[in-house]
């Protein structure tokens, strides 16, 4: 299973590498010099991985590889989870970031910063509505208050507002307060 | 000279830059005791708060932050055996079961004491090596800089485990990402696919943010547990931990040294400075039974070491823009975020800057020592928090690192594709590091060859230093897989019977 995913990350990078040759060689010397220069050399090495992981997965059907390391990553704590687990959780979360990324995207960062956290908390964890109201509540007050106020840090409204014309959602909220302040 | 170091400890002393570095510690505080967050993801984090700091303020907050991780990380390690950070883990060993035990006061105690000498003397050699590097660094030529941005990249690439062609290609991917964009000598697009918003090419932000945020909220959804389960009881004995730190002190200073030596050199990581120490407290104890068992200099040798490495790391990053960790990878790209370049630079024009960087960590660190002495009990509380409630945070603060840099939804979606490389990188063995090294220092390696060529032509390459840091690159990279090789070979011929060293 890991082979065939090796197989399949280095024939993919062997595409986009032989892609980015290719392309580079339009363009003007300056400026193809530094990508042909890293290109060549990076295909090269490329199509040796990806030569190298298909002579594994033909040596051995299921080659017994050992897992490669990375350093940065934390040591494994705790008893193991089940593979399917794995896989459905990094699925859970990885919907998630789509959901958090797209609804900023549509709601902007304050009203965003409520409804968005708020159905995570309430609907995928489970937590009660108080803790999940609260905490959107707590990451609204953090954009609105430490990052518009006191960073002055504008933030948009999102797509949905933009589409309906309106400055923003909450303005009719916030004005008052900014009006006090000021 | 002297001016300068004196001028940097007045800049951290200014009211705003001292806020920030209190805020940096806290933040530090809280990523170093909880375990899955890590320095790097954190440090990545904070970038977008820096573009309207100054440079001196930037590192106050980012620097503070970043060293006193491996303070607060020793927490974890002792109370729950769980190590907060990469380079706590070494502290497990003796610190657990001393917690066990009922010590865990006494080991906090000199964990925390031992990582601020081991700060101190991390910082301070710093401060040192800056009036032996400059000489060198000013000699340096744009080939020699061009030789060490490879000589970087392949020593994070080294670090790849059994597989240091994936961290070569990490690397080389890095740089190639690097090349989107406007082309700065001709104004001509590349890879841009005709998008206006990839003109000013990836944003570093979101793409370091992606590669190491999303693949530890993963990571944290997939644990799906509180961060720590067990109880905390009371903690006691704390004045104890602090004594036996200078009981020992020859072993704190030594296993500082350590540190300090690791830390020098780009891509050995601060953890296996932290197990060499261990090493080091155990084979010059004359009684060594108790270690591993609780013995309190089993604490003292890895706290100490894990703090000096990071004022030793900061001295190849300063003045050759070699990091030599995913966390150093990435200030380097606040370095660019702030205008800065490393090298000749940081130790003439900003010596003042580069010097304030040893006063933030020994400061940071004096008052993080402070802080945990006084509130251990309740900071051990902290590990209590449901994962589930950091991730809605985690992603906010991800995406809005993304969009704060370039004021444009568009980098939100850099960091999401950089989120699922991580998480497939992360998944499959391919080191996250040389990659965003590679983003990084790309402008600069693709800057420094262009003028390496113009003036010598393909001379450049036969430079005395370019050759010998090539030939250590070469080194780095090939000798672990020879060393391995030979063993291999060896191995049949070895009497199967005996007992592995």
């Known amino acids: ?182 | 000279m002297l001016e300068a170091f004196f001028d940097g400890l007045l800049r951290i002393l200014d009211q705003t830059t001292f806020v920030l570095m209190l805020i940096g510690i806290v933040l530090g505080f809280v990523v170093g005791i909880l375990p899955g967050i890590g320095s790097a993801g954190a440090v990545a984090l904070m970038l977008p708060f820096i573009f309207s700091m100054d440079p001196v303020q930037a590192f106050a907050f980012l620097l503070g932050m970043y060293a006193v991780t491996g303070t607060t990380g020793d927490i974890t390690s002792i109370l729950f055996g769980v190590p907060g950070e990469v380079v706590s883990t070494a502290t497990i060993i003796d610190g657990h079961p001393m917690a066990k035990k009922g010590e865990a006061g006494r080991a906090l105690g000199a964990a925390l004491m031992s990582s601020l000498v081991g700060a101190i003397v991390g910082a301070f050699s710093l401060a040192a090596a800056i009036p032996i590097v400059t000489p060198l660094v000013l000699s340096f030529k744009s080939p020699e800089f061009f030789s060490l941005a490879i000589l970087g990249i392949c020593f994070l690439a080294a670090l790849s485990g059994d597989n240091r062609l994936k961290g070569v290609l990490a690397g080389g991917l890095g740089l190639t990402l690097s090349t989107v964009g406007l082309d700065y000598q001709e104004n001509i697009e590349r890879y841009t696919f005709g998008l206006v918003n990839l003109w000013e090419g990836l944003s570093l932000i979101a793409a370091s943010v992606g590669l190491f945020a999303i693949p530890e909220i993963v990571e944290l959804w997939v644990r799906g547990s509180a961060i720590a389960t067990a109880k905390v009881g009371k903690l006691g004995g704390v004045l104890q931990g602090v004594k036996d730190t200078f009981i020992h002190i020859g072993i704190t200073v030594r296993c500082s040294m350590i540190g300090t030596f690791f830390g020098l050199v780009p891509g050995v990581s601060g953890a296996l400075s932290q197990w060499v120490s261990y090493a080091h407290a155990v084979q010059s104890a004359k009684d060594r039974s108790g270690f591993g068992k609780g013995d309190v200099r089993g604490v003292l040798g890895p706290g100490a070491a894990n703090n000096s490495g990071i004022g030793a790391a900061m001295i190849p990053t300063i003045a050759f823009g070699v990091p030599g960790s995913a966390t150093t990878a990435i200030l380097l790209g606040a370095f660019i975020i702030q205008g800065l370049e490393p090298g000749p630079k940081m130790l003439t024009e900003h010596l003042d800057l580069t010097f304030s960087f040893v006063w933030i960590i020994v400061i940071s660190n004096i008052i993080t020592v402070g802080l945990c002495l006084l509130f251990l009990n309740q900071l051990a509380k902290i590990t209590q928090i449901r994962g589930s409630l950091l991730i809605p945070a985690l992603f906010m603060l991800i995406y809005l690192a993304g969009y704060a840099h370039t004021n444009s939804y568009f980098a939100m979606t850099t960091t999401l594709a950089f989120g699922v490389m991580g998480v497939v990188m992360v998944n499959h063995g391919w080191p996250r590091p040389p990659l965003v090294l590679g983003l990084v220092l790309g402008p600069l390696v693709e800057r420094n060859l262009f003028i390496s060529y113009e003036i010598y032509g393909l001379g450049f390459l036969v430079r005395p230093i370019v050759m010998v840091t090539f030939g250590i690159a070469l080194v780095v990279l090939f000798l672990p897989g020879l060393q391995d090789w030979m063993a291999k070979r060896a191995k049949p011929k070895e009497d199967p019977g005996a007992e592995p060293d």
């Open chain 1, 1 to 182: 299973m890991r082979n065939r995913t090796d197989i399949a990350i280095g024939a993919l990078l062997v595409a986009v590498l032989t892609w980015a040759v290719w392309e580079a060689q339009g363009w003007p010397a300056r400026t193809r010099f530094f990508p042909l220069f890293i290109g060549y050399p990076m295909l090269t090495m490329a199509a040796v991985h990806l030569a190298y992981s298909l002579w594994l997965g033909l040596r051995s059907p299921r080659p017994e590889q050992k897992p490669d390391t990375e350093p940065e990553t934390e040591p494994e704590t705790g008893p193991p989870l089940e593979p399917a687990m794995v896989r459905q959780r990094t699925m859970e979360i990885s919907a998630w970031a789509v959901i958090f990324a797209v609804g900023l995207w549509l709601l902007g960062f304050r009203v965003g910063g409520i409804v968005i956290p708020l159905v995570f908390l309430r609907f995928q964890a489970r937590e009660t509505w108080g803790t999940s109201i609260f905490y959107g509540f707590v990451v609204y007050l953090f954009f609105f208050g430490g990052m518009e106020m006191a960073l002055a840090f504008p933030l948009p409204a999102g797509r949905i507002a933009y589409a309906l014309g309106l400055y923003s959602f909450d303005s009719y909220l916030t004005d008052p307060i900014l009006n006090l302040l000021r």
